[in-house]
């Protein structure tokens, strides 16, 4: 099993920054795609940004240009730096790591942590 915990998350006004993130621990093997997702009560989850192992990026159209995602192999953790945030960017933030065991992937889920932008 592998446990993702999150960290990083609170208040902020508009036009502020937060940094998340996200450490990978317990039984992994090779973690492969790790990810950031978002949910506002009553909506899908929603991928905000993703990032592969050597560091290729893909991000939602709602927030290129001012989010980056990150990530330390060595250290199993994933980074998500959010700036001019804005009040629709206000969700609760989950991390997902794929995790490569005999080549069978594992989804693994953070219990998410809430992010609130204030006008």
């Known amino acids: 099993q592998v446990q993702l915990v999150e960290s990083g998350g609170g208040l902020v006004q508009a036009g502020g920054s937060l940094r998340l993130s996200c450490a990978a621990s317990g039984s992994i093997c090779s973690i492969n795609a790790m990810k950031w997702y978002r949910q506002v009560p009553g909506k899908q989850r929603e991928l905000v940004a993703s990032i592969t192992p050597p560091g290729t990026t893909t991000y939602a159209d709602s927030v290129k240009g001012r989010f980056t995602i990150s990530r330390d192999n060595a250290k199993n953790t994933v980074y998500l730096q959010m700036n001019t945030l804005k009040p629709e960017d206000t969700a609760a933030y989950y991390c997902?790591?794929?995790?490569?065991?005999?080549?069978?992937?594992?989804?693994?889920w953070g219990q998410g942590t809430q992010v609130t932008v204030s006008s």
């Open positions: 997902n790591a794929w995790d490569y065991c005999d080549s069978i992937p594992t989804s693994y």
